[in-house]
């Protein structure tokens, strides 16, 4: 069955620390995984996008990584902001091809930073 | 990457009754997606919305039950009727990227409460 899980289901810190959150994977044929933000009554923002072949990518603060192998993911932040308070969610494509790929998503790390 | 108008934000509906979702989006996409987050679950795929074709539904979804309207390439609409307190959720749409290298655009949710 194609799943996403990720770890920890919420999480606390201070302001300025950092922190890494989980996703693994069942899918299969894998095409891409990406991380999600969404904040509080909004919809979903793309922070990054990984295809196979990647392993690591970085946009600002935030580092996400892939292990194709092991079928993980990691989502890295760095020096955690109060505007970093979201849901994380990470969602893999299906690999069919074609015009469109399937997305299976996680259900998400609440994460709140807290001054 | 699209930018997508969805209205209303939130709604406060009394059961049996129905309501209609819009999204807009600023520029001409060949598919749209409409998506159901009930709370503290990941999202989950209602039906993908087709200019000049039936909307194509997910297992578990039935036109009847979320009517699909998609009059040109820009717009669509998803009515929740006949609604019950179990049709609380986020209803979001989502188009395709542009770029491969972008995610999904997600509108801003309808947050529905059914009383």
């Known amino acids: 069955k194609n799943q996403v899980e990720q770890s920890p289901q919420s999480l606390i810190i201070l302001e300025g620390k950092n922190c890494t959150l989980q996703?693994?994977?069942?899918?299969?044929?894998?095409?891409?995984l990406r991380w999600y933000k969404q904040d509080t009554g909004r919809g979903p923002v793309s922070l990054t996008i990984?295809?196979?072949?990647?392993n690591t990518k970085s946009n600002g603060r935030y580092t996400a990584t892939l292990d194709a192998d092991t079928k993980q993911s990691s989502l890295h932040i760095t020096a955690s902001q109060l505007s970093d308070s979201a849901s994380y969610i990470c969602?893999?494509?299906?690999?069919?091809?074609?015009?469109?790929?399937?997305?299976?998503f996680g259900t998400g790390t609440l994460l709140a930073v807290q001054p | 990457s699209a930018v997508i108008s969805q209205k209303p934000s939130r709604d406060i509906c009394q059961r049996g009754t129905s309501l209609t979702i819009q999204c807009q989006v600023d520029?001409?996409?060949?598919?749209m997606f409409w998506y159901r987050q009930q709370p503290g679950q990941s999202l989950t795929l209602i039906a993908t919305?087709?200019?000049?074709?039936?909307?194509?539904?997910e297992s578990g979804f039935v036109i009847d039950k979320f009517p699909i309207s998609r009059p040109n390439l820009t717009f669509s609409t998803l009515t929740v009727s006949n609604m019950s307190p179990e049709d609380s959720s986020i209803y979001l749409c989502?188009?395709?990227?542009?770029?491969?290298?972008?995610?999904?655009?997600f509108g801003s949710g309808t947050r529905l409460t059914v009383v």
């Open positions: 919305a087709n200019q000049g074709s039936e909307a194509t539904y």
């Open positions: 996703c693994n994977y069942t899918v299969s044929p894998f095409s891409n």
């Open positions: 520029s001409q996409v060949t598919m």
């Open positions: 969602v893999v494509s299906l690999g069919y091809g074609g015009a469109t790929n399937k997305l299976i």
């Open positions: 989502s188009v395709e990227p542009r770029i491969s290298d972008y995610g999904y655009t």
């Open positions: 990984m295809t196979f072949s990647e």
